[in-house]
């Protein structure tokens, strides 16, 4: 065993590459020497095999490119095991070099920053029409399953998959806009670029309202979607689909830590500082009052500031009107957006007796603008959210409600009136 080239394992690193020294009681302690960028560096380590924590046996390395390089393709690794996956991607990581292949898998680590060229028109040329096999370097681009299914006029799937904050938001975004740059390419001209706009445009449509920052993504998205591209017979990209599955509900009343955010589209409205929906009047500090809102309350980071989120609106209602949603539409859709926060501000107050009931605040600007924005009858409102009703067998009962359950019912309607109009912008895109 001694020579043999090993991981280790390593608290900070996971695993790093070493030689076998020498060993002592029967194989079972392992002197190691690590290997280091700085040659001038000399690290011996002994591994007790008996440990639980520590591998029966320690793994062994693959030739000479993982100690000074990395492969493109981890499927012509000689050993393929965990350390010797982690250690290529860490190396191309390092070399940023965020994509690797694993036979027609492409593996992406996040790099957190654009890389310069790495998507450009350019570089997605380069790829058009090649397949895992050419020596192009391994690239998210490479969609080998399209090229599949511009041979056969066949279906196919793209999975893409990953914990939170691996970049799924943005592969996809990447992969929609390269797919739709081949089906414009693919015979030279395109006669439907307003349809590929609006393929494109659905993407910052569903960040706005499907997305929010969290504590380890400022863009995660909140929401599992699966979006069919559409094509005709001359591979020419001619409508798409959405669906849309777990919708995070609860998020728009509240966060589950104080650092994260509600969906973006909420600031948006916020930073617009549109008087129709009375959202900023008469405040000295704008920024500061987004977070006076209840359903505001737990961005104590405002990452994004407030000049970004008000660009960001105008970025939406673009989007907005690319796919075709009329102007009146529009309004509707954010005076419900609008009338959500202002339901948030709906506060209750007990009623002269000692049943601990509730009764809502109708004199309150909040109870005003609520009722206007989502266009509800003020006394129809107040009963709903102050009452339940009970069915019996031949009566019905109203059941008057204590303030936390009045609390907890303009919540839920909130919630739902949100993911309502989720799925209506969903349909239409």
């Known amino acids: 065993m001694e020579g043999s080239q090993v991981y280790i394992p390593d608290e900070k690193l996971a695993w790093v590459p070493g030689t076998v020294l020498r060993t002592e009681d029967g194989g079972k302690r392992v002197l190691v020497r690590l290997v280091h960028a700085n040659a001038t560096t000399i690290d011996d380590r002994w591994v007790d095999l008996r440990d639980e924590s520590m591998p029966s046996e320690l793994p062994l390395q693959n030739d000479d490119p993982l100690v000074h390089g990395s492969v493109n393709d981890m499927c012509t690794l000689n050993h393929l095991h965990e350390p010797a996956i982690v250690y290529n991607l860490r190396a191309r990581f390092l070399q940023q070099r965020p994509y690797t292949y694993t036979g027609d898998i492409v593996v992406a680590v996040n790099p957190y920053a654009w890389l310069d060229g790495l998507y450009s028109k350019s570089t997605q040329a380069l790829y058009m029409g090649k397949d895992r096999r050419s020596s192009l370097p391994p690239h998210v681009v490479r969609v080998h399953p399209y090229i599949h299914a511009y041979r056969s006029s066949s279906t196919i799937g793209i999975l893409v998959s990953g914990e939170s904050g691996a970049g799924k938001t943005e592969t996809v975004k990447i992969l929609m806009e390269h797919l739709a740059t081949m089906s414009t390419t693919t015979q030279g001209q395109s006669s439907n670029l307003a349809v590929v706009a609006k393929v494109l445009k659905s993407n910052p449509l569903l960040e706005a309202f499907g997305n929010a920052k969290t504590i380890r993504n400022d863009n995660s998205s909140r929401f599992g979607k699966f979006t069919q591209l559409q094509f005709d017979h001359e591979h020419q990209l001619v409508g798409a689909k959405c669906r849309h599955y777990l919708l995070e509900k609860s998020r728009v009343v509240t966060q589950s830590d104080p650092h994260?955010?509600?969906?973006?589209?909420?600031?948006?409205?916020?930073?617009?500082?549109?008087?129709?929906?009375?959202?900023?009047?008469n405040q000295p500090n704008q920024q500061q009052h987004a977070t006076s809102f209840a359903y505001l309350q737990g961005d104590r980071c405002l990452s994004s500031s407030f000049s970004l989120d008000a660009t960001r609106y105008t970025a939406t209602r673009e989007a907005l009107t690319t796919i075709g949603m009329p102007q009146l539409d529009q309004l509707a859709l954010l005076d419900a957006l609008a009338g959500i926060l202002h339901v948030g501000q709906v506060s209750f107050m007990p009623r002269n007796s000692d049943d601990g009931s509730s009764n809502a605040d109708m004199t309150?600007?909040?109870?005003?603008?609520?009722?206007t924005l989502?266009?509800?009858?003020?006394?129809?409102?107040?009963?709903?959210?102050?009452?339940r009703t009970v069915k019996a067998r031949l009566e019905v009962y109203v059941v008057p409600l204590s303030i936390d359950?009045?609390?907890m019912n303009r919540d839920a309607m909130a919630k739902e009136i949100y993911a309502r109009l989720f799925g209506y912008l969903v349909r239409h895109i």
Not at 270 to 278: E, K, L, T
Not at 377 to 384: E, F, V
């Open 364 to 371: 309150s600007d909040a109870w005003t603008m609520t009722c």
């Open 374 to 387: 989502l266009g509800l009858d003020p006394r129809s409102l107040a009963t709903s959210l102050c009452n």
């Open 260 to 281: 994260e955010r509600n969906y973006h589209i909420f600031y948006q409205l916020v930073a617009s500082n549109d008087p129709r929906w009375n959202l900023l009047q």
């Open 405 to 407: 359950q009045a609390q």
